[in-house]
């Protein structure tokens, strides 16, 4: 089955500085691959995913990059503020079924 | 619109007892997904349903736990004879018919003393 990888688990930036985790997984069958931020308490929010036909996503400040040939992917977060603060997790998934969740990294940004 | 609820948001039971746990999907979505999330972990799959019927169940860990879907929108965790090592949150998430984004609800924090 699928085995997904994050690095790393923590990770502190001042404020204003970029943040980049990253994630690799194992089956070469998965074709969709979310990243959710999760804050103290709440459950796991879907803040920006891509699909294995594409390389690049960008949604205002953060992105995401895809390579299938490495099986990695990676979140970009740009111009970090306090409020990014949260364990982000990377998920992979063949399309219709279960994800498989990395461990988390925890983001600090301090101000 | 509303997100996925679950209830209760806690629950505190004893060693040996019988819990339920419930997951309000989003209004409209037919797939349905238990996930438990231990501390500093991320969440693992349990249980898939797409419509009244578990897809896909190969996550649950024995057979205490079980979960219905009878009308293929609120669904039920059950978890019989509980054990310490079952405190959790559970998660419950929910995708349109045949879309792979899935949204989650904000869990039931399960502590069994």
């Known amino acids: 089955g699928e085995n997904v990888e994050q690095h790393p688990s923590t990770l502190s930036v001042q404020e204003g500085d970029s943040a980049v985790i990253k994630c690799t997984y194992s089956?070469?069958?998965?074709?969709?691959f979310p990243w959710y931020k999760q804050e103290l308490g709440k459950g796991p929010q879907l803040i920006i995913d891509?699909?294995?036909?594409?390389g690049e996503k960008k949604d205002q400040r953060i992105a995401v990059t895809l390579n299938k040939t490495a099986k990695h992917f990676s979140l970009h977060i740009t111009e970090t503020q306090p409020e990014d603060s949260a364990v982000y997790f990377c998920?992979?998934?063949?399309?219709?079924?279960?994800?498989?969740f990395g461990k988390g990294t925890t983001l600090s940004v301090s101000s | 619109g509303a997100g996925v609820s679950q209830t209760p948001s806690n629950k505190v039971t004893e060693k040996g007892k019988y819990v339920e746990l419930r997951c309000d999907p989003i209004s409209g979505h037919t797939a349905l997904y238990w996930y438990r999330q231990s501390l500093g972990q991320g969440p693992e799959f349990l249980i898939y349903?797409?419509?009244?019927?578990?897809?896909?169940d190969s996550g649950l860990p024995n057979d205490r736990f079980f979960a219905v879907r009878p009308e293929g929108s609120v669904s039920t965790l059950k978890i019989q004879r509980t054990e310490r090592g079952d405190s959790a949150v559970y998660l419950c998430?929910?995708?349109?018919?045949?879309?792979?984004?899935?949204?989650f609800g904000p869990g039931t924090r399960l502590t069994v003393l």
């Open positions: 891509i699909r294995s036909n594409v």
């Open positions: 349903f797409q419509g009244t019927g578990a897809a896909d």
């Open positions: 998430a929910s995708s349109l018919g045949g879309r792979a984004e899935q949204f």
């Open positions: 998920a992979a998934i063949e399309a219709g079924t279960a994800l498989i």
């Open positions: 089956d070469s069958a998965s074709n969709y």
